[in-house]
C-alpha cells in the first residue's frame, strides 16, 4: 500500500511577524535551524521515512498562488524534483485542500503502476517541527494499519503541558475518537492534562484518498462538488497543477475536523509521544529553542548584557539587549518587534493595523524572492528607488515596459545580456544602460555565476505594479 504525503502550505503566520510576511509565509524561513526552512524539513522528514512494507510515493504540496515559486525553489534546494504542487487559486481552509490533494493522488495513482484504492494520503502541515522521527514513524505505521481498513486517522500529541493554544481530542477505547474540543481556558486545560485522556489536535493525518472522498461528499457534498469541479478544469503550468480559479471561488471555507472528521463514524485517533511543536507563536519559538545560560534564545548578530528569559533575533544588522527580561526582539530590515513574551498573541494586531493603514511591511520583505532570483531594495524616497537585483544563470526576466518610470542598470559583477527597445548588448562589470519610460527591456543572465546588478529607478511612481509584461517565462 503506497503512502503519499500531502504537504499543506497555505498558511501566513502572522503572529510571527515581521519575520513571516505574506509573500515570505513562516514555513519558508528556517526558524530552527541555521539553512533548512520549515517547509524543508517536512518534506525531508516524510521522504526518508523507514515505515515497513509501505511505498513512499512523490510528496503532494499544495499551496496558494503568491507562494509558488519559492515553493518550488524550496523542493529544488534539497533534491525534491518530481514533487505535484497543487496551487490554490483562493485560500478555503484544510478540508478543500485535503480533498485538492486527494483527487491528484487518485490521478497519480491512476496512471502508475497502482491502483486508486492502493494510495494513503499523509496529510501534514508545513510548519510543524518533529524531532523524535522514530515515535514519528511508529506512530505512522500503526496508523496506516487502521487506515486500511478505511479509518480516518488522526495523530494526537500526548499533552506535556496545560496548553490554552491547542484543541484537544478525548480518546476513547480502540483508538476511537470520543470527543474534539475546542482550545480551553486554563482551569479545563490542567483538567485535560491530569485526567490522562486527552491529547493535543496535531492536525496531521492519515487516510486513504478514497475513503477521504467519500466521507466529504458524505458529509459536505457541497464541498466535495465544488473541489472535483475545479480540480477536473485544471491545468498544468510549468511545475505547478493550476485549478480553476471561478469554480474553486464557490467552494466553501471548512476545516477537516468540522467538515469530516467530528461528523464522521470512522475517526480514529493514534497518540505521538515524541517531541512535536507547531511554532505558532514567537513565544512558542523560545520554548523549544536552546537556551544560554541565562535562558536567553540569541540568534543572529546579538549582544545580551544583564538580560535574561529573552528570545532576541537579528536579520540585518547588531542588535544590543541590556538589562531587560522575558521580552522578544526582533528585527528586520524594515521594522522592529519589541514585546513582552506573554502578549505573543497579539502581533497579529499590528499586521492588522499595518493592513488597515495601507502599508506593506506586512507584505514582504526588503529582499523579496523570484523565479529568476531575487531583488533587494537599498534606499527609496521621492521619485526614485534603489535594488539590488540578482539574477540566477541561465534565467532571464519578463519582457516588459513601465508607463511611470525610467530604470539605469548598472552591472555589479557577471554578464547581462539586455535587450533595451531594439538594441540587444552585452553589459558586463561597471559598464551600464539607460531605460526611458515606455521602452520594451528585457534582462538575462547567459552566464554560469549568478548576475549582480544595481536598478536605479526615477519616476512619479515606482510601484511594483507598473509592469506591463509581453512575455514571460514563469507564466505571470
Not at 504525503?5 to 513571516?20: A, C, E, Y
Not at 515553493?71 to 481552509?93: C, D, F, H, M, Y
Not at 478540508?95 to 501534514?124: F, K
Request: charged share 20%; glycine share 6%; hydrophobic share 40%.
Amino acid at each position: 500500500m503506497n503512502i503519499i504525503p500531502v504537504i499543506l502550505s497555505g498558511g501566513v503566520g502572522t503572529r510571527l511577524w515581521p519575520l513571516s510576511r505574506a509573500l515570505c509565509a513562516k514555513q519558508c524561513l528556517p526558524l530552527v535551524d541555521k539553512t533548512l526552512s520549515l517547509l524543508q524539513q517536512t518534506v525531508l522528514r516524510v521522504t526518508e521515512l523507514k515505515v515497513p512494507m509501505r511505498h513512499l510515493g512523490e510528496p503532494i504540496v499544495v499551496c496558494n498562488e503568491d507562494h509558488r515559486f519559492l515553493i518550488a525553489q524550496q523542493l529544488q534546494e534539497i533534491g525534491v524534483t518530481q514533487a505535484s504542487i497543487v496551487l490554490e487559486p483562493k485560500g478555503r481552509n484544510t478540508a478543500p485542500a485535503i480533498a485538492l490533494a486527494a483527487l491528484e493522488a487518485q490521478h497519480i495513482s491512476s496512471s502508475g503502476a497502482g491502483t486508486v484504492e492502493d494510495s494513503l494520503l499523509l496529510v501534514l502541515p508545513a510548519d510543524h517541527v518533529i524531532r523524535d522521527v522514530t515515535a514519528f514513524e511508529a506512530a505512522i505505521q500503526q496508523a496506516a494499519t487502521l487506515a486500511k481498513d478505511n479509518a480516518l486517522v488522526t495523530f494526537g500529541v500526548q499533552p506535556t503541558r496545560p496548553e490554552t493554544g491547542y484543541g484537544y481530542i478525548r480518546a476513547g477505547d480502540d483508538f476511537a475518537v470520543a470527543e474534539f474540543v475546542e482550545k480551553p481556558d486554563a482551569k479545563t486545560a490542567q483538567s485535560y492534562l491530569d485526567s490522562g485522556d486527552y491529547l493535543w489536535n496535531s492536525g496531521m493525518f492519515l487516510f486513504k484518498a478514497a475513503a477521504f472522498l467519500e466521507e466529504l461528499t458524505t458529509h459536505r457534498a457541497n464541498i466535495a462538488n465544488a473541489v472535483t469541479a475545479a480540480y477536473q478544469a485544471r491545468s498544468e503550468d510549468m511545475d505547478f497543477v493550476r485549478i480553476d480559479a471561478d469554480a474553486f471561488a464557490a467552494c466553501p471555507a471548512e476545516s477537516i475536523d468540522y467538515a469530516v472528521m467530528e461528523p464522521t463514524n470512522n475517526a480514529k485517533v493514534v497518540p505521538y509521544a515524541g517531541d512535536w511543536s507547531d511554532i505558532g507563536a514567537w513565544d512558542a519559538l523560545y520554548d523549544y529553542a536552546d537556551k544560554d545560560a541565562e535562558q536567553n534564545v540569541l540568534l543572529g548578530d546579538v549582544m545580551a548584557e544583564g538580560s535574561s528569559n529573552c528570545l532576541v533575533r537579528s536579520e540585518s544588522r547588531l542588535v544590543a539587549a541590556v538589562g531587560v527580561n522575558n521580552l522578544v526582539i526582533v528585527e528586520t530590515a524594515d521594522a522592529v518587534l519589541v514585546m513582552h513574551k506573554d502578549n505573543a498573541q497579539d502581533v497579529k494586531k499590528i499586521v492588522e493595523r499595518i493592513q488597515v493603514e495601507g502599508r506593506e511591511e506586512h507584505l514582504r520583505h526588503t529582499t523579496v524572492h523570484r523565479p529568476w532570483g531575487r531583488y533587494q531594495v537599498l534606499d527609496s524616497g521621492e521619485r526614485f528607488l534603489v535594488k539590488r537585483i540578482v539574477v540566477k544563470p541561465g534565467q532571464k526576466l519578463s519582457l516588459q515596459m513601465h508607463y511611470h518610470r525610467a530604470e539605469h542598470w548598472v552591472v555589479v559583477s557577471g554578464t547581462a545580456k539586455v535587450q533595451n527597445g531594439d538594441q540587444e548588448m552585452i553589459l558586463i562589470e561597471n559598464q551600464s544602460t539607460y531605460i526611458p519610460v515606455g521602452v520594451i527591456h528585457a534582462l538575462e543572465n547567459p552566464g554560469k555565476m549568478p548576475l549582480e546588478l544595481v536598478e536605479v529607478q526615477s519616476g512619479s511612481y515606482l510601484s511594483e505594479n507598473d509592469i506591463v509584461r509581453f512575455g514571460d517565462e514563469y507564466g505571470r
